[in-house]
């Protein structure tokens, strides 16, 4: 079965400092994978994704960048966080159709 | 554009009372339409879909949905409510591009 992984669970980071979260995906093959932010416990922005590796789609231009070196690896990256960057932070991969899975989040305080 | 709205952000109901969350979407063909829930500092998990056929769709956890297209409606139901079931209700329609479009989601409490 499929499973999806991130991490850290939880990191906190000052201002200005580099950001680095992966998510990884395993028992599926070119999955799409996505990456959502949720602030203050409410809605999802959907960020980047990714149909391929090394094809990444911007959703909204900001501080944050993705990439995607392997199959079913998913990074998100920053080189200097802001304090907006604070959040809920989800992972999610499809294989065809619609439906979404989504990883146990990484929470991020920036402060 | 394709949209989702839950009209009602936070609900309070009782245990063992029924539940129903709104959602109301827009879209212009058949849509795909999805309902996940939320635990506290946890991901999403897929609570049932609608892709076609019978309206009515059940899910994991004693849910259903019935997909209303003269309404433009997916609310999610449960006949009784437990105390576990407290968490944020995500509603969503499949996009044109393959995206999911959520709704700003409904936050469940449960009354002892």
């Known amino acids: 079965s499929q499973t999806i992984h991130q991490w850290p669970a939880t990191l906190v980071q000052p201002v200005g400092s580099p950001l680095s979260l992966e998510c990884t995906v395993e028992g599926t093959s070119n999955p799409n994978l996505y990456w959502y932010r949720q602030a203050a416990g409410r809605g999802l922005q959907l960020l980047f994704y990714?149909?391929?590796?090394?094809?990444i789609s911007s959703e909204v231009p900001q501080n944050l960048s993705a990439s995607r070196p392997q199959d079913r690896q998913f990074i998100l990256s920053s080189k200097k966080l802001l304090l907006s960057d604070s959040g809920f932070y989800l992972c999610?991969?499809?294989?065809?159709?619609?439906?979404?899975?989504f990883g146990p989040g990484t929470r991020l305080t920036v402060t | 554009a394709q949209s989702v709205t839950q009209p009602d952000i936070h609900i309070t109901v009782s245990e063992g009372a029924s539940l129903e969350l709104r959602c109301n979407y827009s879209y212009g063909a058949t849509p795909y339409l999805f309902w996940y829930v939320q635990s506290p500092g946890q991901g999403l998990q897929l609570l049932l879909k609608?892709?076609?056929?019978?309206?009515l769709v059940q899910g994991i956890k004693g849910f259903e949905a019935e997909f209303k297209r003269s309404q433009s409606s997916f609310n999610l139901r449960k006949p009784s409510v437990h105390w576990s079931d407290a968490a944020e209700y995500f509603c969503a329609v499949g996009a044109d591009t393959g995206k999911l479009i959520f709704g700003q989601g409904t936050t469940l409490q449960v009354k002892p």
């Open positions: 609608y892709f076609s056929g019978d309206t």
């Open positions: 990714s149909v391929g590796i090394g094809q």
């Open positions: 999610a991969w499809k294989a065809s159709g619609y439906e979404q899975y």
